[in-house]
């Protein structure tokens, strides 16, 4: 419930080149670390020392995914021109730092980088949420399972050594 409310709070981009990247960082770097000393806390002398690190440092990748997959943060931090922070029409959630004085670049052009920043953002979190699936995917040796589907509706998940087991030409002479 504190993750979902801290989601709703609303992001308000500086708009200045010189504390974009500060600001932003701070809604990255704060909160990740926040839940992965919190999770250290809770799981004090709980698990061996890896999967310990590892469950540690869910709660603060997941945060990280979210804000990527956001896209208006890690686009605040990369823009590079002043402006005003503002929804790009009322029914849509994109912002964008609006220039307030036209540049060498027209407010098309600076749109259409504003866009890919949250593209490449997007991209990130799809690549990150892949990346931790994979490691507990490794760590947690769910990978090397196989899948026996029984007769019926009824499906069971075995280890690779329990279906050897059970197959007669399994058995070693």
Same mark, same amino acid.
């Given at each position: 419930?504190? &993750? ?31 839940? +992965?000393? &919190?999770? &250290?806390? /809770? ?24 804000? +990527? ?24 959630? $994109? ?17 259409? /980088?504003?866009?890919? +920043? ?10 990150? &949420? /892949? ?31 329990? $279906? ?10």
């Amino acid at each position: 419930m504190g &993750l979902e409310e801290l989601m709703e709070v609303e992001f308000e981009c500086p708009c200045n080149p010189t504390w974009n990247g500060v600001f932003s960082s701070t809604f990255f770097i704060i909160p990740a670390a926040m839940a +992965f000393t &919190l999770m &250290l806390i /809770i799981q004090k002398g709980t698990l061996e020392w890896s999967k310990k690190t590892v469950s540690c440092f869910v709660p603060a990748i997941v945060w990280l995914i979210l804000l +990527f997959f956001d896209g208006q943060y890690f686009a605040c931090a990369m823009t590079t021109w002043k402006g005003r922070f503002v929804a790009v029409d009322k029914d849509d959630q $994109m912002k964008w730092c609006k220039p307030n004085v036209t540049s060498e670049l027209s407010m098309g052009d600076l749109w259409a /980088i504003t866009q890919k +920043f949250y593209a490449f953002s997007q991209g990130t979190s799809w690549v990150l &949420l /892949i990346c931790v699936c994979l490691i507990l995917c490794v760590i947690n040796g769910r990978c090397d399972q196989g899948v026996v589907i029984q007769a019926g509706e009824n499906v069971a998940v075995q280890s690779p050594e329990a $279906m050897a087991l059970q197959r007669p030409e399994a058995v070693a002479v």
